[in-house]
């Protein structure tokens, strides 16, 4: 798969995996099943229904099977859009591959179990719009349980009361806060560690300010006091789920501040120099200090003809550092601005294939972070996507490598750069030290010095270096298309989807059979039987080849074989009647 949002969907991350208990994986099963036979609470089912009016954009822009159901592949990706907008969570076990899962608990890949089950459920014939959205209800539901299961864990930790003071219940909150954030183990903590660690927290968490505001607004919004004025803490647990849910809102803060901080050292929109990228380490907050082979495999560095090395703006950004280890079910990453422009085109187009002059009509309308709109798109990008369209019949698939690539070029610090499948792997430190035995950072800023020393020079004079800029993006024309869906089914929908949407294929389609027709009837009339199948053989052949309609083809190679077991009766029982009529005028 590509590295795209099909790259993040891959995100493995550095928390220890869970083995979680059998009861949760049958709890978490029985939901599901639940939802699925409408047999739930109010609020669970109304929650369903208000998932599915959310998803209903990009599920109408999703390939499809011939029944309108969507394969494995295209529920990942539809969960993965889901979770983002409305969570910023990047869900584990949501990682495309090329089989559906099957329902066996393995580690903390509950999403990915939860999915086989629901695919057990349905069958073979894909899976529809209720279905994804129970499943992604039943994927809330258990993520707010571990949720539940941490904040009660710091509540027994501070030995808090059922009615708390506000104090008690705001520490409580800022201690799941810090956990959230930093991944601190709460096994055997006792409660003067635990407010220890959350006063190193405050003083050291940058955007503390903004936490804390963010955590006195919910509670303001969420709490439940008694007559005494204490927190009911049963009453105001939807607090906790608040949190947990919308923390992405605050770390979408520090996302834009890494941005602009990137921009300000761009060479070219979308590409820092990977000496430029360094020395930032030495003037700024920020520890810019993965080494060159671990970028490289992030897909964030890119390296030209030239031996010049540049980073990759928004791949960096979305990539594995720059993540939030908050669950064992998911991660907050710096949000993929790209996926919102491309929630706009699908609401605009509601099918997975559209019109490059309409695609070119909507991009140019489209604003972004750092793109004013409207515009004109530049001459060279409205070729690149003719040439899209060119390669699949005219139209453009929106889920595919090519149009990510499009998008990269006329939003470069918006839309990552989709790398080829294998060419890039979001390895975590673990992964990489067990893999490669290499550190994946430089192991002290006199070490980052003397890397750009020795690229630059001994001045460390790096103005010079690769000082043509580069005149435009690097662009592959390999494609990939991981949403197309090919079975025995509908394969013809995995070979030329846009027929179904071609007016004009199905009227080529009926002239052609017109055209047969007629050379039927002018080889029955001539009586060769043998000829008209040996000929309509051959039209199927071509007809197979060049149009690929099977209607047509079926209807010739049919015509064919009756006209070749028809013909030798009608032309036997002709000759009779001539016999008859001749041996009729002989008596005469």
């Known amino acids: 798969m590509f590295s795209l949002t099909l790259m993040l969907i891959s995100i493995t991350t550095t928390r220890q995996a869970t083995a979680w208990p059998q009861a949760l994986a049958d709890d978490a099963k029985q939901h599901l099943l639940a939802l ?24 109408s822009a999703l390939p499809k099977h011939s029944n309108g159901n969507l394969g494995h592949q295209s529920i990942r990706y539809l969960l993965h859009r889901f979770f983002i907008e409305q969570h910023g969570w990047y869900i584990k076990g949501l990682e495309p591959s090329t089989e ?21 459920h349905v069958g073979e014939n894909g899976v529809d719009l209720h279905a ?17 299961s941490r904040f009660n864990t710091i509540r027994k930790t501070f030995d808090m009361p059922r009615n708390a003071t506000v104090e008690q219940f705001i520490e409580a909150l800022s201690a799941f806060m810090m956990v959230f954030h930093e991944d601190v183990s709460l096994l055997a903590v006792s409660k003067p560690e635990l407010q220890q660690k959350i006063t190193f927290f405050r003083a050291h968490y940058e955007y503390w300010k903004q936490a804390s505001d963010f955590i006195n607004d919910e509670f303001q919004k969420g709490a439940q006091l008694t007559d005494q004025g204490s927190v009911d803490v049963e009453r105001s647990a939807q607090i906790v789920q608040t949190l947990n849910s919308q923390f992405y809102q605050l770390n979408d803060r520090q996302c834009r501040d890494l941005k602009k901080l990137l921009i300000s050292s761009e060479e070219v929109p979308g590409r820092i120099k990977l000496t430029s990228f360094y020395n930032m380490t030495h003037f700024t907050d920020w520890d810019f200090d993965e080494t060159p082979a671990y970028l490289r495999r992030l897909g964030a560095l890119e390296e030209a003809e030239s031996g010049v090395q540049r980073v990759i703006t928004t791949n960096y950004i979305q990539s594995l550092p720059n ?44 604003p972004s972070d750092t793109v004013t709109a409207p515009r004109k798109i530049p001459k060279s990008l409205q070729d690149r996507l003719k040439q899209i369209a060119d390669v699949h019949h005219g139209q453009v698939p929106l889920h595919g490598r090519l149009f990510a690539q499009w998008m990269h070029h006329a939003f470069p610090r918006e839309c990552p750069y989709p790398h080829t499948s294998g060419s890039a792997h979001p390895f975590t430190a673990n992964e990489w030290m067990q893999q490669k035995g290499e550190a994946i950072k430089f192991q002290s800023h006199e070490h980052i010095k003397e890397f750009v020393r020795s690229v630059c020079g001994s001045h460390g004079d790096c103005e010079t270096l690769g000082s043509t800029k580069p005149n435009d993006l690097p662009w592959s024309t390999e494609e990939e298309l991981p949403l197309v869906i090919v079975n025995h089914q509908d394969s013809s929908q995995a070979i030329s989807s846009d027929k179904a949407d071609n007016p004009s294929l199905s009227l080529q389609s009926l002239a052609i059979l017109v055209v047969v027709l ?16 040996q000929f309509l053989r051959g039209i199927a052949v071509v007809l197979f080849i060049y149009v690929a309609d099977p209607v047509v083809v079926i209807v010739t190679l049919g015509a064919g074989l009756v006209i070749s077991k028809v013909l030798p009766y009608i032309q036997q029982k002709s000759k009779r009647n001539e016999a008859w009529k001749e041996s009729k005028l002989c008596s005469v």
């Open 323 to 366: 993540c939030i280890d908050s669950s064992n079910f998911f991660s907050v990453c710096c949000r993929n601005e790209c996926e919102d422009l491309m929630a706009h085109l699908e609401g605009n187009l509601s099918a997975p294939l559209a019109d490059s002059e309409l695609l070119l009509q909507l991009a140019a309308a489209l």
């Open 132 to 148: 994804v959205a129970a499943l992604a209800v039943s994927l809330e539901y258990i993520i707010g349980r571990e949720a539940t």
């Open 518 to 533: 007629g050379v039927l009837v002018n080889m029955v009339m001539n009586r060769s039987g043998s000829v008209a199948f």
């Open 100 to 120: 559906a899962p099957a329902p066996q608990m393995s580690s903390y890949w509950l999403p990915s179990y939860l999915q086989g089950v629901l695919q057990q």
């Open 36 to 59: 699925l036979a409408s047999n739930t609470s109010h609020e669970s089912y109304d929650k369903l229904q208000q998932h599915r009016n959310l998803m209903q954009s990009t599920y």
